[in-house]
Nanobody, 131 residues
Framework: EVQVVESGGGLAQAGGSLTLSCGVS?????????IGWFRQTPGKEREGIAY????????NYADSVKGRFTIVRDGARNAVILHMNSLKPEDTAVYYC???????????????????????WGPGSRVTVSA
């Protein structure tokens, strides 16, 4: 059974930095999964903010975090890392990591972006940014 677990997050001041880590276990190699980081605040829809393609590791970002957040695959730690810099109070949310297995034969297809396209989700990690 595939399990996704987030770690990191916590409390930061505006302008500060935090790091989130996403581990995927119980299935295939990490690089076979497309990874998405999503965040959600009460009363709002889950927002996709950063994506890592399977295999080639290409990254994409929502405009709200572009230039501030970086998503990378860390093979040594078997995890996908989300580096969050220049944090703003509006970054306060519960952050979720999601994974979708991509067979090698499908590696050239468009990577998932919408929440419904991801099969595996972590329980979430809270990030709070104070002004």
């Amino acid at each position: 059974e595939v399990q996704v677990v987030e770690s990191g997050g916590g409390l930061a001041q505006a302008g500060g930095s935090l790091t989130l880590s996403c581990g995927v276990s119980g299935g295939f190699r990490l690089e076979t999964y497309a990874i998405g980081w999503f965040r959600q605040t009460p009363g709002k829809e889950r927002e996709g903010i950063a994506y890592l393609n399977s295999y080639d590791g290409g990254a994409n970002y929502a405009d709200s975090v572009k230039g501030r957040f970086t998503i990378v695959r860390d093979g040594a730690r078997n995890a996908v890392i989300l580096h969050m810099n220049s944090l703003k109070p509006e970054d306060t949310a519960v952050y979720y990591c999601a994974a979708e297995y991509v067979p090698y034969t499908a590696r050239d297809r468009l990577s998932p972006r919408d929440a419904f396209e991801f099969d595996y989700w972590g329980p979430g990690s809270r990030v709070t940014v104070s002004a």
